[in-house]
């Protein structure tokens, strides 16, 4: 596999909390996870025109029509979709990001987003506060990495995020200012943050890391009968316990088949499935897992098991 990013992107998500990485999906990747959207979610178009909700003057504010097409894997579809948010690059981007050998998948979503489904204008927000129970470290390696995939070419027009670099939000707040629900003090982080306000606009195939301190924003869709396809991938080091999202098994009626039969063990691992050599898988464990995804080829826990014995 061909680098698709540098050190010089890490040195920006590090300095910057977030930083745009073209061509990091190849085209082929990016069409077989298209054709998966079009089949999980049975649409390709939006309407001829956007909604505006707001008045002039007024910034975007949370709606649940912006999360109705917001959906979680595994899905009804190849494997494409499936094993995107482990595809082995964004995996290496999380390891070195974090400096983990470990790390753990905590949410991972695909979110279809169509013109006129909803005024998916979004105020500033930071992500810690549903990711962390309390507030995001100092140390980004403490903290998380949240990598949104473009596989549908994002113009300012199809709701590209909008983001504020966390050397210029310094200036203005710290993440905790999204905690405060004062209209008046709301109001003001808006304004402030709006002068240093960069868009995350790119072409299919496109990731986007950034962090949980970060100031950033949806944006309306406004092309007409205009489609965004996005994958949303968050990564944490698996010794982390202060992050978290979706507790997989919690997802348990999901064809979780998909992925497993699918997977190599680095990659299930990063759902928290123990790696082969690892004190949990016996000849009994072996014998259960097998019965509960009997396609999934045990092979490595197996040979493991034995150079073991
Ligand atoms: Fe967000």
Known sequence: MTERFGPEHLEAWRRDGGVSIHDFFTPEEVAAVVADFELVFGRTEGAAEGVNKKKQG?????????FATLETGPFECSTALNLIGVHPALVSFAKQALRADHVHLYQCQ?????TGDADYDQPFHTDFSNHTLTVPSEDAHLNAVT???????????????????????????GPEASLNKD??????????????EQSSAAPAGSAFPY????????????????????????????????IAFHAWAF????????????????????FGVPL?????WTELTLQRAQLRYPGWDLTPYREALVLAA
């Open 58 to 66: 007024e910034v975007g504010k949370f709606n649940p029509a912006q």
């Open 183 to 196: 209209p008046e003090a709301h109001r003001a982080l808006q304004e402030a943050l709006r002068p240093y």
């Open 251 to 270: 997802h348990h009626t999901k064809p979780w088949a998909r992925i497993f039969d699918n997977a190599t063990p680095e990659q299930l691992a990063c």
């Open 276 to 280: 082969p050599g690892h004190a949990f």
């Open 110 to 114: 695909a979110w279809a987003k169509f």
């Open 147 to 173: 990598i949104l995939c473009y596989f549908s070419d994002v113009t300012d027009a199809h709701g590209a995020m909008h983001y504020v670099a966390r050397t210029d939000s310094a200036k203005v707040a």
């Open 211 to 242: 962090s949980i301190d970060v100031y950033h924003r949806g944006t309306n869709m406004t092309a007409p009968r205009g489609h965004r396809y996005a994958v949303m991938a968050c990564f944490k080091a698996a010794s982390n316990d202060a």
